[in-house]
């Protein structure tokens, strides 16, 4: 949707205070195009909301992870949630303190465990027991003792797509409530690791609190009776506004939780909420075509560029870069060899042609970090605004990117 960073002024769409039409001028399309300003603001609001807990925000990075993103939180007071040891890598890069840096995930394998214990990531977040054993017996192995709060699965169904749900029995992620104590009443046998908080959450894009209430009130219920355990990290989940659709803003998670709060040690690990909507992906019309009775627009981006509609039926608003007087239903779809690469279907837009450019709204999370290159399509640029100045920073990856590997040790 669009908000104060990314709107129409005088019939044109900007970015806060840049015509997105002028950066892929330079830049060609598709594009990913961030506003700086609209990520702080997300940030700000979410650290003012929640002020009364003062928590520990970790900017949850799997989200968006471009180096300068991550650096113009970083710099704002945000950690990092990491769950790979790439992650930690680019956290590392962006300036983040190791102390600073959760490592979480439900598969970290043995040689990310040692290079975070080598790097002195600051929290585990761990879902196996086993993981308990090897990461006790890498941390002996360094001489260092390990700080782990135990992810919790308290079989709690979230108002939220089943694919981004996380704390229902079903769910891979997280320990449930039998092997959580018997880690606990076991925690003599991992004696180089430090057993402090629990993190709980639920799922992403939530449409509600109460499945975030739910989850944290069963943590708290085992944690009173372990009273080494003063830290709950409550992950995050807070929703993007993609659609007109009510759903719940940072201040109304904070009024439920705050009361079951006071006296912990609190961890938000916000990542959509953050970026999404600091995003769009421009991309061009190349042709198009009468069909079925619906009237496609073909555009040089794809599901290769942004994932989320093909893989799991996600919604974006896509508007044209000049503010359409009147508009018909249109579908919108990619050029990518597969049916499923459809950016939007009844998408009101203008009468367009090739050459004209589209934005795809909301782009911010989730966009990036999941492109790939099928059908051998070099992932796209990325560029940050700030203010009236502009930088690209990532650039276009190009045929000759993909195949330096493979020609290298041919």
């Not at 650290?47 to 900017?59: G, K, Q, V, W």
């Not at 799991?312 to 608003?317: K, V």
């Not at 795809?360 to 290159?373: C, K, P, Q, R, S």
Request: glycine share 8%; hydrophobic share 40%.
């Amino acid at each position: 949707m669009l908000n104060e960073s990314v709107r129409y002024l005088d019939g044109t769409l900007y970015v806060d205070n840049v015509p997105a039409a002028d950066i892929t001028a330079q830049t060609g399309t598709p594009t990913y195009i961030y506003s700086k300003t609209r990520v702080l603001h997300n940030f700000h609001a979410l650290r003012e909301a929640f002020a009364a807990l003062n928590p520990h925000i970790h900017y949850s990075a799997k989200a968006n992870a471009n180096l300068a993103l991550l650096r113009t939180l970083i710099d704002a007071g945000a950690g990092i949630d990491a769950v790979s040891a790439g992650e930690i890598v680019r956290a590392l890069a962006a300036g983040c303190t190791p102390d600073n840096i959760v490592f979480a995930g439900v598969g970290k394998t043995p040689e990310e465990l040692h290079y975070a214990i080598e790097q002195n990531v600051g929290w585990f977040n761990v879902e196996n027991v086993d993981e308990c054993r090897l990461l006790s017996e890498i941390a002996e192995s360094e001489g260092k003792t390990a700080r782990v709060a135990l992810r919790y699965n308290p079989d709690v169904q979230a108002n939220t797509h089943p694919s981004i749900a996380t704390g229902h029995k079903g769910a891979k992620f997280g320990l449930n409530r039998d092997d959580l104590l018997y880690v606990l009443e076991n925690r003599a046998s991992y004696p180089h690791i430090a057993l402090e908080g629990f993190h709980v959450h639920v799922g992403s894009q939530l449409g509600d609190t109460s499945a975030t209430v739910a989850g944290v009130n069963a943590a708290l219920a085992i944690m009173r009776e372990y009273p080494q355990l003063q830290t709950l990290n409550i992950g995050g989940g807070f929703p993007a506004r993609y659609t007109n659709d009510d759903l719940p803003d940072y201040s109304a998670f904070a009024h439920a939780l705050q009361p079951l709060l006071n006296g912990y040690d609190v961890i938000i690990e916000p990542g959509r909420s953050i970026v999404a909507d600091a995003g769009i992906l421009l991309a061009r019309v190349l042709y198009v075509k009468e069909q079925g009775g619906v009237t496609l627009y073909i555009i040089d981006g794809s599901m290769t560029e942004l994932m989320r509609p093909a893989l799991y039926g996600a919604h974006h608003a896509i508007v044209p870069v000049s503010e359409p007087t009147s508009t018909t239903p249109v579908t919108v779809v990619g050029p990518v060899c597969e049916t499923t690469d459809v950016l939007g279907r009844d998408v009101p837009l203008p009468s367009m042609q090739h050459g004209d450019l589209l934005a795809i709204l909301d782009a911010g999370a989730y966009g990036m970090v999941m492109a790939n290159t099928y059908n051998q399509r070099p992932r796209p640029a990325e560029v940050m605004v700030d203010g009236e100045a502009w930088q690209v920073v990532r650039q276009r990856e190009t045929i000759a990117d993909l195949m330096r590997a493979e020609l290298e040790n041919a």
